[in-house]
C-alpha cells in the first residue's frame, strides 16, 4: 500500500513561473519529510526538508508546505528554471529510517 | 567527504542467475538503505541495514537479500533474477535512528534481467 503519494506523474511549467508539486501521505506517524530531486541516470539528491513541527520551510527559489490536517505536502519553486527540468520525489520519514517515497512528479520547465 | 558509492553502475544478466551488488556509504553513515525503482513505482524500499543488522524490511520476495558489514558497507543479493528484476537499485545512507536528516543516495546499479 502506498503510503505517499504524488498523483500528478508529470507537469509542465513556463521559465519564470512557479511550479507547485504536490505530495499526500496517509501515515499520521510521518514525522519528517523531504523532497528530492533526480535527473536520468543519477542517484536522487536532497532538495528540501520539513519538520512535522513546522508548516513551512524556505530555502532560495524552493519551498515546501506541510498541510498535517489535511496530511499533505507541496513543493513550490519560484521562479522555475529550465534546469530544474527532472523527477520529483517526496518522502516521508517516521524517525525509523525508513523512508517512504511517492512515484514521482517529472517537472518540464519550458524555456 | 565521498559520497555514497555504489558498483557496479550497470549490469547485464539472465533469467535464473544471480546478482551481488555492492554499496559504501558516506563515513560516518551506519545506516544503509536500499531501493528499487522501476518506471511508474517510484522508489520502492527494500531494506534497511544498521549495525550488520536488518533493521526494516520491505514486501520483496526471499529472492531479495542483504547483508551489512563491520565498516557499514552493505551488499544486497538477487536470486534466480526475473525479467521483472530489471531495474535502478540505489543505495542510501543516512545518520542512525532518531535524528531528522536526509538519506544520502549514490548514482544507482542499472540491472538488466534478459
Known amino acids: 500500500d502506498q503510503q505517499v503519494k504524488q498523483n500528478s506523474p508529470s507537469l509542465s511549467v513556463q521559465e519564470g513561473r512557479i511550479s507547485i508539486l504536490n505530495c499526500d501521505y496517509t501515515n499520521s506517524m510521518f514525522d519528517y519529510f523531504l523532497w528530492y530531486k533526480k535527473y536520468p541516470a543519477e542517484g536522487p539528491t536532497f532538495l528540501i526538508s520539513?519538520?512535522?513541527?513546522?508548516d513551512k520551510n524556505e530555502d532560495g527559489r524552493f519551498t515546501v508546505f506541510l498541510n498535517k490536517s489535511a496530511k499533505h505536502l507541496s513543493l513550490h519553486i519560484v521562479p522555475s528554471q529550465p534546469g530544474d527540468s527532472a523527477v520529483y520525489f517526496c518522502?516521508?520519514?517516521?524517525?525509523?529510517?525508513?523512508?517512504?517515497f511517492g512515484t514521482g512528479t517529472s517537472l518540464t520547465v519550458i524555456p | 567527504k565521498a559520497g555514497v558509492t555504489q558498483t557496479p553502475r550497470y549490469l547485464i544478466k539472465t533469467r535464473g542467475q544471480q546478482v551481488t551488488l555492492s554499496c559504501s556509504p558516506i563515513?560516518?553513515?551506519?545506516?544503509v538503505s536500499w531501493y528499487q525503482q522501476t518506471p511508474g513505482q517510484g522508489l520502492q524500499f527494500l531494506f534497511e541495514?544498521?549495525?550488520?543488522?536488518?533493521?526494516n524490511k520491505g514486501n520483496f520476495p526471499g529472492r531479495f537479500s542483504g547483508r551489512q558489514f563491520s565498516n557499514s558497507r552493505s551488499e544486497m543479493n538477487v536470486s534466480t533474477l526475473e525479467l521483472g528484476d530489471s531495474a535502478l537499485y540505489l543505495c542510501a545512507s543516512s545518520l542512525p535512528q532518531g535524528v531528522n536528516t536526509e538519506a544520502f543516495f549514490g548514482q544507482g546499479t542499472r540491472l538488466t534481467v534478459v
Open positions: 520539513i519538520s512535522s513541527i513546522k
Open positions: 563515513s560516518g553513515h551506519r545506516s
Open positions: 518522502a516521508a520519514s517516521d524517525s525509523g529510517n525508513q523512508f517512504y
Open positions: 541495514y544498521f549495525s550488520e543488522t536488518q533493521r
